[in-house]
């Protein structure tokens, strides 16, 4: 655990793109951030007890219909409400049965706080700097758009549905 958390620390002060990102994924391997370069990126905070959880569906239809230019990353978090309390093994198993979700999931983390992962601290600066709202992690499912060369181009709110026209025309454009 100690080791995680220089590591983690070490790298909130080395990354400056999202290339430098590997963070560790639910199913216990690793997501690098380097290998989605040409692509557009979707980060998305997850909760499996949330109201807005059936977004999962709406996720998995995008990343299916566009994943030629587009990959989903998921960020389960448990910082609004308690509502995702489960282990990484629980939050797989439950994204998978219930929503046959196949886009790549991170391990859990903290999106807001002390102990914000440095992943999320970097999108905050980035949504700060180019004055996209909301600059702030507001709930579960709020989404954040890089384009083909990770630069962070958008953000949408939690109770915008994947398929919103607004996203759509942001992946497409």
């Known amino acids: ?32 951030f380097a290998a989605y370069k040409g692509k557009k990126i979707l980060i998305v905070n997850t909760a499996s007890l949330c109201g807005n959880t059936p977004q999962y569906e709406g996720l ?23 509502q995702e309390p489960g282990s990484n093994a629980d939050i797989k198993a439950f994204c998978t049965k219930q929503y046959a979700v196949t886009f790549p999931m991170a391990a859990k983390i903290s999106v807001k706080g002390s102990d914000i992962h440095p992943i999320y601290k970097w999108l905050l600066d980035e949504s700060k700097a180019k004055h996209l709202e909301p600059a702030e992690v507001k709930w579960n499912f709020q989404k954040y758009l890089l384009d083909e060369k990770g630069n962070l181009v958008a953000v ?13 025309a942001a992946i497409e454009k």
């Open 156 to 168: 949408f709110s939690p109770k915008t549905q994947p398929d919103a026209p607004e996203v759509i």
């Open 60 to 82: 998995e239809k995008l990343y299916r219909k566009y994943q030629n230019k587009l990959v989903i990353v998921g960020f389960p978090a448990n910082n609004f409400g308690s």
């Open 1 to 32: 655990m100690f080791r995680l958390a220089i590591l983690s620390v070490i790298m909130f002060f080395t990354a400056s793109h999202i290339y430098d990102f590997k963070v560790d994924a639910v199913d216990g391997g690793k997501i690098d």
